[in-house]
Every structure is written in C-alpha cells, then in structure tokens.
C-alpha cells in the first residue's frame, strides 16, 4: 500500500516538473520573442485607439458620444507607420509621428509595458510641413503608448492609445539618429508601406482638415446666429423705445393743445365779463 502510494506521488512529481520546465521554456521563449528584433531600423504600422486597448476605458472627456470624431481625429493625427531602432545593446526606440502639428499642443506620450502608465523620455527628431517625429525608448516594440495632447481647434485635451506591429527592416522618410551599427537597406515590404503611409497620410490629414473646417463652420453659423437674433432684440428694444417715445410725444402734444384750448376760453370768458361789467356801468350812469 505504501509503494503504490509512493509511486503514485512520484507520477505526480514528475508530470508537475515537467509542466514547470514547459512552462519555463514558454515564457524564456516568449520572452526572446518579444526581443526577437536584432539591431537594425524597422518600420511598423500603427494601431490606434480611442478606448485604453488594455482596460477598454475611454479616458477622453469626450466620452461615449464622441467616439465617431474620436477615433477618426486620432487616425488623422497619428501617423500610419512609426520607426524602430534597435542598437548593438538591444535598447529599442521608438519613434511616432503625428500630423496636424499646426493644430495640436502640449504633446505627452506615457508608456506601458503591462502595468501602469510611466513617462517617456521624448525626443523631437524632425518637425516641419506640419507634422512632428517625436523619438523615445521603449522597453520592447510591444510596448502601448498613451498620448494626450491639446486639440486648438476643439479647445480642450485629448486622450487617446497606439501601438505598433508588424514591423519590416527599414526607416522609411523618417529620421534614423540611434546607432544601429550601419544603415538597414530598405526591404520591398518596407518601401510598400512607407508608400501605404504616404496615402493614407495625405487622406487622413485632409479628413482632419475637413473636419477642422467643418467645425470652424458650424462655429461661424452659430455665431451668426447669435449675433442676428442679438440684432433681432435689440432692433425690437428700439422699436418698442421708439414707440414708447412716439406715445410720449403725442401725450405731450396732445396735453399743450388742451392747454390752449383752456387759455383761449379762459380769455373769451375773462373779456366778456370785462365787457359785461363795462356794459353795466356804462348803463347805471346813463340813467
């Protein structure tokens, strides 16, 4: 009985030993996954999101009824591709572009691995034709990237997320200053999606415009609006002041013509009592 159970717990040792080692080797290799990247310069296609991707919370002040304008604004300003540089130590640095640049203020970028959001140690590596390249370490190319910045035209903050993925040897038009030990020749994949990039770019940055325009419209009408029923009331202030003062002068007129007319009778009246008094005498002495 006791060696059967013996046997019993070293079966169970050893399929528990052996999950650990697999279990070890899954992570060791995940791990070199995640640090797969030799050094080099790659580009990646940006993934944006107006929801944090981790918590599904949408940090915006904009909140649920603005997801629409939301997602769309950050697509427009976030650009579609983003460089990796990795030097002779393994360091990874990131580097993202935003368009609109003209429009857009207070630029912040913080940094997740996982866990809770730190700051990045930002960088600008170009800036110019109204976009901005803006360079900074990253634990591994997974890393998620929450970016605030203030929005001119809608006069407030806005929150939103990216990451990168499905990257290529390559740098594209962007500006490639870490030391990665010689120039990466560019790959047809790489020429591909800077090409993409461009497109999507021109397409987005005019999508913004146009909304740019659209909501500077929509401001001018409203305040067109305002401003004519402002002329409304005040016209109607007018008219009535004019009414009131029209009223006032007819009472006045109106009140001096009753006074004449009072004078005049009070003279008739004054002038024939006189007369009357005159006739009297006249009489008495004549008789």
Known sequence: MIMQQN??????????????????FSILFSKNEARAFSQGTYLGSTETYYRNPVTGVIEDQGGEQSIAIGEGMVRS??????LLEVDAEGNHYLTARLHMA??????NFMLSDGGEFYQADMTVTQ????????????????????????????????????????????????????????????????ASLTDSARSAAEKAESGM???????????????????????????????K?????KNNDKG?????SGNSTTYIIGGIVIVAVVAGVGYAIFRKKRG
């Open 7 to 24: 046997r019993v717990m070293r079966k169970a040792f050893t399929v528990l030993l052996s999950l650990a080692i697999i279990l070890s």
């Open 77 to 82: 300003c976030v650009h579609p591709t983003a």
């Open 102 to 107: 003209d429009s857009i203020e207070g630029i």
């Open 127 to 190: 800036e110019g034709n109204n976009i901005i390249d803006i360079r900074f370490p990253v634990t591994d190319e997974n890393t998620i990237v929450r970016g605030t910045m203030y929005v001119v035209p809608m006069g407030r903050d806005v929150v939103y997320f990216f990451k990168v993925k499905g990257f290529v040897e390559g740098s594209g038009d962007f500006n490639a200053e870490i030391d990665t030990g010689g120039v990466t020749g560019e790959s047809a994949e790489a």
């Open 209 to 239: 415009q146009k909304s740019v325009d659209a909501k500077n419209k929509k401001d001018q009408e409203k305040k067109d609006k305002d401003k004519d029923s402002k002329d409304k009331k005040d016209k109607n202030k007018k008219d």
């Open 241 to 245: 002041k004019d009414k009131s003062s």
């Open 252 to 256: 006045s007129e109106k009140k001096s």
